[in-house]
């Protein structure tokens, strides 16, 4: 897929059905890595809180991204179901702002998500702990190299949890080295989307 298969439809051109566009931008790329997103919550107390996760999938409704059960992220959003995630594509100069509730996922969904996920990502949800982070880098290295011999197969640890984010406002932003940029948002009332362009 070209990056003009994933721009954002100029003046005079139609504009596709946002979760259409939505999958077009997240689509695989051959050869690349399942992309970045920074994801923001908010605090027990109002205050912001972000930082980046991968992406797990799409199902064409719905963006799927994982955490271990004991990080603040999961306390926030039990607390609050609500998030925005920043996707950027600095090669190509786009950006997607997603907005929208958040729901746990299926154990079955999560279990699924974890097989889909790179190996060094699998060991990473059995390894990371706060008593491997204490550990001197040699350590933890010998700890990761051990366990990954030990165990070709993995399953989920019980620590894996995967959420849903359910997009209610989107919005396409593409940047233009000859000119001004090009932005679009759609907003979701229910079943239906309202789409109208922004100023760049």
């Known amino acids: 897929m070209s990056a003009r298969d994933r ?3 100029e003046p005079g051109e139609d504009l596709p059905d946002p979760l259409d566009l939505l999958a077009s931008w997240l689509g695989p790329v051959p050869g690349a890595e399942p992309p970045l997103m920074t994801l923001a919550t908010r605090e027990i107390d109002g205050a912001p809180d972000a930082r980046t996760v991968m992406v797990n999938g799409f ?3 719905r963006i799927s991204f994982h955490s271990d059960s004991r ?3 999961v306390a926030q959003l039990t607390a609050y179901p609500y998030a925005v995630g920043v996707l ?3 090669e190509e100069a786009r950006q997607l702002v997603v907005a929208g509730a958040t729901e746990r996922a299926t154990d079955d969904e999560a ?3 974890f097989e889909a996920c790179p190996r060094d990502l699998q060991l990473l949800a059995w390894l990371n702990d706060p008593r491997l982070a204490l550990l001197p880098r040699e350590e933890r290295q ?3 190299r051990r366990f990954d011999e030990a165990h070709p197969v993995l399953v989920p ?3 894996w949890l995967c ?3 359910v997009p209610q406002r989107l919005t396409f932003w593409a940047g233009d080295d000859d000119g001004p940029s090009t932005r679009c948002e759609a907003r979701r009332d229910g079943d239906d989307w309202t789409v109208h362009r922004l100023p760049g």
């Open 7 to 9: 721009h954002v439809p």
């Open 59 to 61: 199902d064409g409704e």
């Open 71 to 73: 990080a603040r992220k």
């Open 88 to 90: 950027v594509w600095p």
């Open 111 to 113: 279990a699924r998500l």
């Open 142 to 144: 010998e700890e990761w």
């Open 157 to 159: 640890p019980p620590t």
């Open 163 to 165: 959420f849903h984010l």
